[in-house]
């Protein structure tokens, strides 16, 4: 049986489409802080549980591990760039956008198809990830097409 190597690992996992978010809460200095994430996925109806999980590595590992609370925001077609801005390792990810204020003071952005604005519950470390599970304590969810992210790149839905 050959090895499986990391980059054999990523280029077949490249093949699942997945929708794009934004992960959002405040460290303890109550500065907003967020990420793009693309691993997301429901756990359960009752309780609406839902995960997301975060790179050991990531700058932001910690004060994300630590948060209490978190949004999601599930990205539309049309948000491509705001993706790539939280994508990055930049401390200005917030600058010059409208952010109103949620559950628990969370950083809510303006630009979704969803929102989901959850209690953190539980965090399983697991290889070189940590996964955040959170209850989902409200939703707002408005009508448009999804941003999915398949084999590295942005796509779009065709309807």
Same mark, same amino acid.
């Given at each position: 049986?050959?090895?499986?190597?990391?980059?054999?690992? /990523?280029?077949?996992?490249?093949?699942?489409?997945? $929708?794009?978010?934004?992960?959002?809460?405040?460290? !303890?200095?109550?500065?907003?802080? #967020?990420?793009?994430?693309?691993?997301?996925?429901?756990?359960?109806?009752?309780?609406?549980?839902?995960?997301?999980?975060?790179?050991?590595?990531?700058?932001?590992?910690? !004060?994300?591990?630590?948060?209490?609370?978190?949004?999601?925001?599930?990205? $539309? +077609?049309?948000?491509?760039?705001?993706?790539?801005?939280?994508?990055?390792?930049?401390?200005?990810?917030?600058? #010059?956008?409208?952010?109103?204020? $949620?559950?628990?003071?969370?950083? @809510?952005?303006?630009?979704?198809?969803?929102?989901?604005?959850?209690?953190?519950?539980?965090?399983?470390?697991?290889? +070189?990830?940590?996964?955040?599970? #959170?209850?989902? @304590?409200?939703?707002?969810? !408005?009508? #448009?097409?999804?941003? @999915?992210?398949?084999?590295?790149?942005? /796509? /779009?839905? /065709?309807?």
């Amino acid at each position: 049986m050959a090895k499986i190597t990391q980059q054999k690992f /990523r280029l077949a996992l490249g093949q699942f489409a997945t $929708g794009v978010t934004i992960i959002t809460a405040r460290n !303890e200095d109550g500065v907003p802080i #967020g990420m793009t994430a693309n691993c997301f996925a429901s756990i359960s109806l009752d309780p609406p549980l839902v995960m997301w999980s975060i790179d050991n590595a990531s700058p932001l590992y910690d !004060e994300l591990a630590a948060a209490s609370h978190c949004a999601i925001h599930i990205l $539309g +077609d049309d948000q491509q760039a705001l993706s790539h801005r939280f994508a990055q390792d930049a401390d200005d990810k917030f600058n #010059g956008l409208s952010i109103r204020s $949620g559950i628990a003071d969370l950083p @809510l952005l303006d630009q979704h198809i969803t929102l989901l604005q959850c209690e953190v519950v539980d965090r399983h470390k697991s290889g +070189d990830h940590l996964i955040v599970i #959170g209850q989902a @304590l409200d939703i707002q969810h !408005e009508s #448009g097409n999804p941003l @999915l992210y398949f084999s590295g790149e942005y /796509r /779009r839905l /065709r309807t």
